[in-house]
């Protein structure tokens, strides 16, 4: 989901109003994706490099986040959807991570749809982060590391109960994937838009639907 910063600075508008922006695009985005039945969706809610940018812009994302998380309580249960999220939470406040555990689990018996937001999430972390766990256990004596192979690998991730993405968007004109689930995303669709988030549609994300159903899915094969 990029392009809020330049979408503010376009309008002369501080950095947290274009944020503020975005989560309202993510709300529609959200609620057009559950209607249209779609199992699964993950978004890019803040990645591990986030935490560089400026103190000022990092604490107005974490008021942003919770009032996020406390203010949609009822559109995620009124369309059935289901919060996780996935990254590393050692990072926020404990104010912060006790609001992702009651959104969690006050969504935990809707089966509509699984909304994943990735927060201070890195797809490189995550997969060294899941290397180190299988070699402690091999060094433990609890796996031989001849037997670790790309299913036992892919059990380990944070999406490991989902089907992998068939399809990757990203806005804002930036043609590079940023470290965003990597390892799910071997085989995915992938959709570039130079249409900023904030003002990313309805008609954006099935333009993007449209662009993935044309085209022919080999999975490596010929």
């Not at 912060?96 to 009651?102: H, S, V």
């Not at 900023?196 to 662009?211: C, K, N, R, V």
Request: charged share 25%; glycine share 12%.
């Amino acid at each position: 989901m990029d392009g809020n910063g330049r979408w503010a600075l376009q309008r002369g508008l501080p950095r947290s109003d274009g944020h503020k922006a975005g989560v309202e695009a993510a709300r529609r985005i959200v609620e057009a994706c559950a209607r249209r039945g779609l199992p699964a969706l993950t978004l890019f809610g803040l990645s591990s490099e986030n935490w560089q940018r400026p103190s000022s812009e990092v604490s107005g994302l974490m008021t942003l986040l919770t009032e996020s998380l406390r203010g949609h309580m009822d559109l995620l249960n009124d369309n059935g959807i289901r919060l996780r999220c996935i990254g590393d939470r050692r990072r926020f406040s404990r104010g912060i991570r006790n609001a992702l555990d009651k959104a969690e689990e006050g969504t935990r018996g809707n089966h509509r749809m699984s909304l994943v937001v990735a927060l201070s999430y890195g797809g490189q972390q995550e997969i060294a982060g899941i290397a180190r766990r299988l070699a402690l256990r091999a060094a433990r004596g609890e796996l031989d590391p001849r037997g670790i192979s790309v299913e036992m690998f892919a059990r380990q991730t944070g999406l490991s109960d989902l089907p992998p993405p068939d399809l990757m968007i990203r806005s804002g004109g930036e043609q590079r994937i940023s470290n965003f689930i990597l390892w799910h995303l071997a085989y995915s669709e992938l959709h570039f838009t130079p249409v900023l988030w904030p003002d990313f549609g309805i008609g954006d994300l099935e333009a993007a639907l449209d662009d993935y159903a044309a085209r022919q899915r080999r999975f490596g094969a010929s």
